[in-house]
């Protein structure tokens, strides 16, 4: 593939396709996936391109669905200087505010590893990320690239109550994952933390926090048509949410 966006030089890009495995989202359902081959230098550059194009990060590794008869994982990212909370959103955000964000570079400490294993054992017992362990967390969360960032969210007793991987490219950031206290229910601190970046957006004045795959029969991914608007990306264009989906 040569990639060309607008204003950046030309370059080619291999890429390799999986064999069909089991939907992770989707009951009785095969999926493929493209990914870029891992000796490609990961550049800021690349990345902005393919991100534009509906690749996600995990790791090293940039991905995207390439099943041969489905579509239900459809890239989306909302449109910050367009966003409006919700009722509920606003309640959820002036709950939080007691909260300190810190953004500080990945590195691996027994305290993030403590809280990642805790959520995963309560929230993702049936996930192809169960059971967790030391090298899946480096692996798939500590990234040693400038643009790549931890943010610590802490209460006023300093106890670690969440963090979200984030990555910061040129055209707005890019929601990795968030992992939290499975005891802070009524906190919401996984929404918490996408209307936080949303706000960091804002102040950076970047245009879009992307959110990954929206998927619509699968409860754990269609949560992300709850922050509008929204834009989807159809046929290689970025939409509006809804106008795709009237």
């Given at each position: 593939m040569t990639s060309n966006t607008p204003g950046e030089k030309a370059f080619s890009l291999r890429f390799y396709q999986t064999m069909p495995h089991a939907c992770s989202y989707l009951p009785n359902r095969e999926a493929t996936t493209l990914f870029?081959?891992?000796?490609?230098?990961?550049?800021?550059?690349?990345?902005?391109?393919?991100?534009?194009?509906?690749?996600?990060?995990?790791?090293?590794?940039?991905y995207r669905p390439h099943c041969q008869n489905c579509n239900a994982c459809q890239s989306v990212r909302i449109s910050v200087p367009e966003f409006k909370p919700s009722r509920q959103q606003r309640k959820i955000w002036n709950r939080n505010q007691d909260l300190t964000a810190w953004v500080v570079n990945t590195?691996?400490?027994?305290?993030?590893?403590?809280?990642?294993?805790?959520?995963?054992?309560?929230?993702?017992?049936?996930?192809?990320?169960?059971?967790?362990?030391?090298?899946?967390?480096r692996s798939f969360l500590l990234l040693s690239e400038?643009?790549?960032?931890?943010?610590?969210?802490?209460d006023e007793q300093h106890q670690l109550l969440a963090v979200a991987a984030m990555d910061r490219l040129s055209r707005g950031l890019s929601a990795i994952y968030?992992?939290?206290s499975p005891e802070e229910n009524r906190r919401s601190l996984g929404v918490y933390a996408v209307l936080w970046q949303i706000e960091l957006a804002k102040k950076l004045g970047l245009?879009?926090?992307?959110?990954?795959?929206?998927?619509?029969?699968?409860?754990?991914?269609?949560?992300?048509?709850?922050?509008?608007?929204?834009?989807i990306l159809q046929q290689q264009e970025w939409i509006p949410f809804k106008e795709a989906n009237d």
């Open positions: 870029l081959d891992p000796q490609q230098p990961l550049t800021l550059e690349v990345y902005d391109s393919l991100t534009q194009v509906g690749f996600r990060r995990s790791g090293r590794h940039l590195r691996f400490t027994e305290e993030y590893y403590a809280l990642y294993e805790e959520y995963l054992e309560a929230r993702h017992a049936d996930g192809d990320m169960y059971p967790p362990s030391v090298e899946q967390f400038p643009w790549a960032r931890l943010v610590e969210f802490r968030t992992f939290y245009p879009h926090v992307y959110l990954g795959y929206w998927i619509k029969n699968c409860r754990k991914m269609n949560y992300k048509q709850n922050y509008q608007p929204l834009e």
